[in-house]
């Protein structure tokens, strides 16, 4: 049985679907990752995502929820139960979920345009984007970043962890999902338990490889999301390069 990110954000309550983060990992450095953002309904952390422009957020398609009411996006936080003067409450003004998504787990990527610019200072960055088409090799590590799941089924965290993984031939991905993996547009990796890596919820959130979001999280193991023989998968960024580049350009 396949139980992916999607399927745990739309059957769960708001208060599970605030359990977002990573299990085993370390508590990252304050503020060392600038880019990273917690997308909240109602308050409630939901999914991560990054900013890549002063306007505009990087996360999953299947994270968006206007049943849910507004969103908005919290940028500069390290603990999000705090109001750190360092923070930014932003609105979002309008959803651009890929064209190609259609509830399922393909073409799983959106952009969030906010309703003013983000104040770039030493607490709020942008990444910049990988290139085009671009790969990342096998057995590069990464790092995975959230606020949330300490371990599976356990409490949150309200600080941002982070944990290592490692990129994964598709080969191999292809043979553990088979139809749900798309090696055009998904890339997945390798972790172990002991080390850890992102859990149910936390959607959305970025694959770092050479210091670009090479991935954005879509989908795992949902009885288990530390399970090694499974493989957590991530939508490739490189793919959706043109779409992210022509969708911000439509809206200058």
């Known amino acids: 049985m396949i139980c992916c990110i999607l399927y745990v954000f739309l059957q769960i309550s708001l208060t599970g679907a605030a359990e977002s983060g990573i299990v085993g990992g370390r508590e990252a450095k304050p503020h060392s990752r600038p ?13 991560g ?29 390290h603990d999000i139960t705090k109001k750190e003067r360092t923070q930014q409450r932003i609105e979002v003004d309008e959803y651009f979920a890929h064209p190609g998504f259609t509830g399922n ?10 309703k003013k610019n983000a104040t770039l200072n030493k607490y709020v960055r942008t990444i ?8 990342t090799p096998a057995n590069i590590k990464c790092a995975v970043a959230g606020w949330g799941l300490t371990r599976a089924n356990g409490s949150r965290s309200s600080v941002l962890k982070e944990a290592t993984e490692k990129m ?13 993996f798309n090696s055009g547009h998904m890339i997945c990796t390798k972790f172990t338990r002991r080390d850890g890596g992102v859990c149910q919820g ?8 050479n210091t670009k979001p090479q991935g954005i999280t879509a989908f ?33």
């Open 128 to 135: 910049g984007l990988p290139k085009k088409n671009g790969e």
């Open 202 to 209: 936390d959607s959305g959130g970025p694959l770092i490889c």
């Open 168 to 180: 994964q031939f598709s080969t191999e991905c292809k043979h553990i999902w088979q139809k749900h």
């Open 49 to 77: 995502g990054i900013l890549i422009q002063r306007d505009f957020v990087l996360t999953a398609a299947h994270c968006k929820n206007e049943t849910w009411g507004s969103c908005t996006v919290v940028l500069g936080a």
């Open 105 to 114: 787990l393909n073409n799983d990527i959106m952009l969030l345009k906010l």
């Open 35 to 47: 880019y990273m953002v917690s997308v909240q309904y109602r308050g409630v952390h939901s999914c």
């Open 220 to 252: 795992i193991w949902g009885e288990d999301c530390n399970n090694p023989q499974y493989p957590h998968v991530y939508t490739k960024v490189s793919s959706f390069i043109p779409w992210i580049k022509q969708t911000m350009e439509e809206q200058e």
